[in-house]
């Protein structure tokens, strides 16, 4: 029984303090890489490759609960709940129609203004593979990953609003980033009146909140905020918050905006991902053509001087 | 005599590596189900206390090399970042070889109340990472440490049980 033994530190290669400062530095080292440059995100795709079918097996007892749930469903629930979808397929169908010639009229209208239009997005569904474990985090997986052409950055749906964004793809895996994630930003507009902001994820699953918008700002319980389209990676009119609570108190430059969140952030196993981005115009500059434009005003006001 | 110490020196089976890689492969299944909500705060770290099981009663066997490697794994699982739980696990792994033959000493529960630093201390260094990269600390996190030493007892027993021989060979 080698439990008797002394632990004869030297014998036995480096000793644990040793040890613990090599794996420490090694860890730091690691987390440093990590958290500044992508260096690592090959290996990280090999390894999560390695722990794959392990992952899906653990999401196994989970799935076959909700299919032996789905099998001890009684005849009338079916029933009610077809009910509720036909009468809502119906509204939806009216809602449709009348859509249909909206947007046959916007249409018409974007181009006697000589805008651009308005492009139709394509979506693939995708199954939540399962829920990441880390309380720090408000991330999920979803099960289609490079193999079906998802794209980091992507956004991610449901029937309701926008869930998240891709942040990461593996071959068969992507994580999504759910808004409520901690400091999530995303840009918004008031439905009612166009007035734009940009929505955060407080990290709390059914909260977010409207930062730095001035006490004044028209905003009342009950807006609904939609994607502005204007950054580039949220397609445009996508339903993402519900405002619930204004705190407009003076004695702080900006009002306190609390705001839920429309999707099922929790509450669904199939999701849409917006596979197509909306193409912008190119920006006018990037940051280092804007410092040397900047370089180039000043030697022209120099010069005029 | 002490009856602890009898239990201490009990004879148990040689732990095989296959036994000892199984466990560990348990842990991870057991903590990759998907916890969510109140669970998920509550949640136990399983792969921490298997670990820190074996660095304790094995110490020349798993050592701060294996939870490292542990680590990385459960770093791409759980999406954190490269080092988070390698480093957490580092930092316990040297606690349970270090402290290992005092807290045999001790009886189960008091054995929880060792185990619960280390753990403690284990969870501190994942959420100062998560701190200094991020900016803040869900408190909720630290719930699982004490879940955790709770767990210590029973885990113990299960895997002592395991590891003893059967009484009469000839009964089954």
């Known amino acids: 029984m080698d439990d008797t033994r002394t632990l004869r530190f030297f014998n036995r290669g480096p000793s644990p303090v040793a040890r613990l400062v090599f794996f420490c530095l090694l860890s730091l080292l690691l987390l440093f890489v990590d958290a500044r440059y992508q260096y690592l995100e090959s290996a990280r795709k090999v390894l999560a490759v390695v722990i794959y079918p392990f992952q899906r097996l653990t999401a196994l007892p989970g799935e076959t609960m909700g299919r032996i749930a789905v099998y001890f469903e009684t005849q009338s629930q079916l029933l009610t709940e077809n009910a509720r979808l036909r009468q809502q397929h119906d509204a939806d169908a009216a809602q449709l129609a009348q859509m249909s010639v909206v947007l046959a009229e916007n249409t018409q209208l974007r181009t006697l203004q000589e805008l651009k239009q308005r492009a139709d997005y394509p979506m693939q569904m995708a199954e939540i593979a399962y829920v990441e474990r880390d309380i720090f985090k408000r991330k999920l997986f979803v099960d289609k990953g490079s193999q079906a052409n998802v794209l980091p950055g992507q956004v991610v749906m449901d029937d309701m609003g926008v869930v998240g964004q891709v942040t990461r793809v593996y071959p068969w895996l992507s994580e999504v980033t759910l808004v409520t994630d901690k400091d999530h930003a995303v840009p918004i507009q008031v439905l009612r009146n166009g007035l734009r902001a940009v929505v955060?994820?407080?990290?709390?699953?059914?909260?977010?909140?409207?930062?730095?918008?001035?006490v004044s700002a028209d905003v009342v319980e009950g807006d609904v905020l939609v994607t502005s389209g204007i950054d580039g990676t949220y397609p445009p009119n996508l339903p993402v918050a519900k405002v619930t609570k204004i705190e407009r108190d003076p004695a702080?430059?900006?009002?306190?905006?609390?705001?839920?969140?429309l999707?099922?952030?929790?509450?669904?196993?199939?999701?849409?991902?917006?596979?197509?981005?909306?193409?912008?115009?190119?920006?006018?500059?990037?940051?280092?053509?804007?410092?040397?434009?900047?370089?180039?005003?000043?030697?022209?006001?120099?010069?005029?001087? | 005599?002490?009856?602890?110490?009898?239990?201490?020196?009990?004879?148990?089976?040689p732990a095989s590596t296959s036994f000892i890689v199984f466990s560990l492969f348990v842990a991870v299944m057991l903590n990759w189900l998907p916890w969510s909500g109140w669970a998920?705060?509550?949640?136990?770290?399983?792969?921490?206390?298997?670990?820190?099981?074996?660095?304790?009663?094995?110490?020349?066997?798993?050592?701060?090399?294996?939870?490292?490697v542990v680590g990385i794994f459960a770093d791409v699982a759980d999406a954190s970042l490269f080092g988070q739980h390698a480093l957490a696990y580092t930092v316990l792994a040297f606690g349970g070889i270090v402290l290992h033959r005092r807290v045999q000493m001790f009886d189960l529960r008091q054995q929880s109340l060792h185990v619960f630093p280390m753990l403690l201390l284990s969870y501190a260094a994942y959420a100062a990472v998560h701190w200094q990269v991020r900016g803040y600390v869900a408190w909720e996190y630290f719930l699982g440490s004490a879940v955790s030493a709770l767990l210590w007892t029973p885990m113990t027993i299960l895997l002592q049980a395991l590891r003893r021989p059967r009484r009469d060979p000839n009964e089954l």
């Open chain 1, 200 to 214: 955060f994820g407080s990290g709390d699953i059914s909260e977010m909140s409207l930062r730095y918008m001035p």
């Open chain 1, 252 to 261: 702080y430059p900006f009002a306190r905006i609390t705001c839920t969140p």
């Open chain 1, 263 to 305: 999707a099922g952030v929790d509450r669904h196993r199939a999701l849409l991902i917006v596979s197509g981005l909306p193409t912008l115009p190119e920006h006018p500059a990037t940051s280092e053509t804007s410092a040397e434009s900047e370089r180039v005003n000043k030697r022209l006001k120099r010069r005029k001087q």
């Open chain 2, 1 to 13: 005599m002490n009856p602890n110490l009898r239990k201490d020196q009990e004879f148990l089976l």
């Open chain 2, 40 to 68: 998920l705060a509550l949640r136990p770290d399983f792969v921490a206390l298997v670990l820190l099981y074996w660095c304790t009663h094995k110490p020349h066997r798993i050592g701060i090399g294996t939870a490292w």
